[in-house]
């Protein structure tokens, strides 16, 4: 017989866990994922034991094991959310941060993420970049990475050896992500929907619908994806 307590501990107590887990990292940030130190390291195993240690203790006998399909289904449910929505997408796992902007290093963006000169050091380092001089972008990752764009002259080619000017390389801006504009990229670059729509025109696209990501590159190229490639 069906212990009906048992039971809706068996779904409540992991849903609390995950939730609270879910918020919990969130807040601690993205170093968990990516230059994790020795103390970082035992904070997220004390988290995840602590979580686990509840739901075990709460629920008695082979309930536990519904409590482990339950966390499994969220995960998956979580995941499916994410996928269809850019605003969650943002929310949970984060955004891209631009740390280093046209070679100066962006103090704000490093203090709202509580990234420091020691993190950031490491980081160039482990991109064989020991001069922050060296570097054009600098972005760190929802995931924690590091990514690095030197100066077009310091790029692995033969321009600087012979003295041949390079023109700027830029960030290439996401204006259209699962067949939404992005808004806010247009207004920060004063770029217009006319342009935009006349754009799309030139390459014959008529829904914006059909499109899973278009950038525009700093030399003004258009790339387009769709979502069903014709291959």
Known sequence: MINLREFYQAILNPTVVYFLLLILTRLIG???????????????ITLGTIGGAFVATE?????????????????????VFILKSITLRKLIEGEPV?????????????????????DLMMQLRSKDVFNISEVEYAILEPDGKLSVLKKSSLLPLTSKD????????????????????????????????????SMLMTLNI???DDIFIATLSSDGQLYVDFKKDRL
């Open 30 to 44: 993205r170093k968990l994922l990516e230059q994790v130190t020795f103390f970082d390291f035992v904070i997220g």
């Open 59 to 79: 629920v008695k006998g082979f309930y536990v094991l519904i409590s482990a399909i339950v966390m499994a289904f969220l995960v998956y449910i979580t995941d």
């Open 98 to 118: 631009i740390i280093i902007q046209k070679g100066k290093i962006l103090e704000k963006n490093m203090s709202k993420i509580r990234y420091n000169q020691d």
């Open 162 to 197: 012979l003295n041949i000017l390079t023109n700027k390389k830029g960030l290439s801006l996401e204006i259209i992500r699962d067949g939404k504009i992005q808004e806010d990229i247009l207004n920060e670059n004063n770029l217009s929907y006319e342009w935009l729509y």
């Open 206 to 208: 008529n829904k914006l």
